[in-house]
């Protein structure tokens, strides 16, 4: 793929901007100074026109075609330091990135936000650049806007000076340090924030929409705060800028995006007040922590290409849990990524062509298609968490901070991180992650008794497994480092499940886990695992039962919805969690520890789909039309209990939904919403797919993944989206639309849904953003039927002997 870096290495801009929110325009002059590297220069200039191109002053020779600039040089010019005025204009969009509008309702009106999204490459739309993670520079960002009382005006550096003119303000900050062109942002409008400051002595300062609740941002500033000192401690490099701001957007396409010194989120991913539940704490935590440790690995120290996007999304993906567990040790936080990083990975790892962590890029629309949660992120920081606990935290970091200290302000490929970690290790960290790295998959490993001998093949859902891999396996351990799992025989694992009590949370785990993926091949019978479950009525643990509740949905595809063996299975799942139930209670009580919270959720989750009339009755008592009367942890428990006993609360729950901001409850209204199987509700929530105006277009994925799982929708809101394919698109983005074909081949259950599915992607998997989401769509799907005509009859004969 051609890179503009190779014809220009831009130096500094200036940005003289403006931008009008009304008209929905941005422009001015981008003035470039750089190194010119052949007699013709390309920028990136996306939807946007060029009017004159001045090379140090004098007008020069320019096209603009197919989103490229090439200016001509003149060759009596030295090129070394060329200076290009570029005047240009261009728009804001409306689909949540480049340059984008947002809007939120306060106080009966609509307020108009500005806000940017530049990774992975739009900033190209806001503006014309060298549009790569290479082309590092430094940024003066000076911005007009039409004056508007109570507006602020936000980027990564502190404001320098403001000056007003023709009813304009014009806002000039501090220069960046050299820093990519994704990394840039700027935010317009009108929020409410605290500023608090660290013990390191960095300004953080947290805002909202004037819509939130004062306390919404305290949360989120103390996680700042004491993330930024835990990276500081361990990284060497202090945190490089004056101030670290970060903002709640009412529309966003990802979670958050780790713009340096301005980090933009999702509401749902910073607010938490004082009414937030420890669900949302731990995911805002995260979140949060998630982002700062950006600040070094992607904003300081930047991958050179694409390529190697995982050099950020891994290290960060492992360095949240880290934080978290340091600044809130009672959040036992690991044990969330064992239970949902390290199981995502496993499974869509299982699949033959699924992507590599380091993945080569041909065509900027796969860019966007980098971005696999379950890869790039989960795998990644499963294979960091491997690097880390066999090189010990100690040294890990010390070549950590080296590797800062050496690659500061500029770009890096993988290998650079090994080699600065090898100089501490004692084993060879580069040829151990090229393994894991380069290629996709990870082993299914048996062995002797005592682990000392052991072969290995490369574990697959989709692919008949033959042949000896050769993955570097250090030590073969049972706890949840290493990315293999273990086929233990059934003598090994009958010894294990005897001596369960006496093993540690991770082997537990493991055990639980590696059964769960061997079942969905012939390995192991599915049928096992009904006998199985039953073993953990008495558990009390909340991380083992996340795993039983995942092996108990996993089971769900045997049984067709409404049959008589699955009425049979829900009573089983009635049996199973009933005394533990009694035990924890419905709410909470005062002395409850965090496994219990989890614990109470987890069942209740579990009881909802069991259609525990008993016990849903006495939650929907619990009911509160004042929702912050009701107890905040089963809150989402009671609105949906109360749902599924009196479908007439629909209309009460749309009308909340429509004024509340509060975005935890308003994930769990829609949610609500969506598991109405009475059909007048179910018209009414399809005829909701495609209303922005009642639901953001941020959260019509949503929307749509909580109809595919209700059995009565499902169909008529996949019949929807082949009718609505392109304005999906629109809405989605290029970044997230292949969630779409990646979910719902997650849910495919039937011959029937299964030709649906093919009938409608197959012929788009010609299209770069969505190809490998629908080849591996397809095998997923392939496998998931066939599981079901293999283990089907053994599943029933289990459920049966009882
Ligand atoms: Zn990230």
Known sequence: MERFLDYFEPEKYVLDLTVDKHKKTIGGRVSVVGKAIQDKIKFHAVNMDVTEVLIHGKPAKFSLKDDVLEIELDKNYPKDAVNFHIYYSGHLNENMQGAYLSTYEYEGKTETIVATQFESHYAREAFPCIDEPGAKAVFHLNISVPKEEGEIVLSNMPIVNTSEEDGKIRYQFYATPKMSTYLLAFVIGKFKGKTVKNAHGVEITTYVALNQEDDAVDFANEIAAKSLEFYDDNFGVPYPLAKCDQVALPDFEAGAMENWGLVTYRESMLVAGKNATLGTKKSVALTVAHELSHQWFGDLVTMQWWDDLWLNESFASVMEYYAVDFIHPEYKIFEGFFTNDALSALKRDAYKDVQSVHQDVKNPAEIATLFDPSIVYSKGARLMLMVIRMMGWDKFTAGIRDYFEEYKYSNTI??????????????DVKKMMHAFIDKPGYPVIESSDDFKTYSQMRFLIDAPMKGESDWPIVKVTEDMSGHYILNLTERQFEERLDEFEGFGLEEKLRLLIDRHLLSKTELVDSGSLIPLIKKFNDENSAAIWNIVITIIGGLKIFFDDGSDAERNYKDMIRLLIDKKLDEVGLVTRENDDENTLRLRSALLALDYYAEDTKRLDKLSKMYNADFEKIDAEIRE?????????????????????????????????LSSLCLSRDEINVQKNLELLGRIDVVKPQDQFYLFIYLFRNPVAKMRAFSWLTKNWEKVAELAGDKSLDNYPRYIANTIRTEEEAKMYHDFFSPKQGEAALARAIEIGEKEIKAQLKLIEEDQASVMNALHQR
């Open 414 to 427: 993988g290998d650079n991180l090994w080699d600065a970690l090898n100089k501490y290790a004692d084993f």
């Open 637 to 669: 428990d009671v609105l949906a209990a109360k749902m599924y006993m009196e479908p007439s609360i629909y209309d009460d729950y749309l009308e909340a939904y429509k004024t509340i901001s509060d975005p935890e409850i308003k994930y769990e209204l």
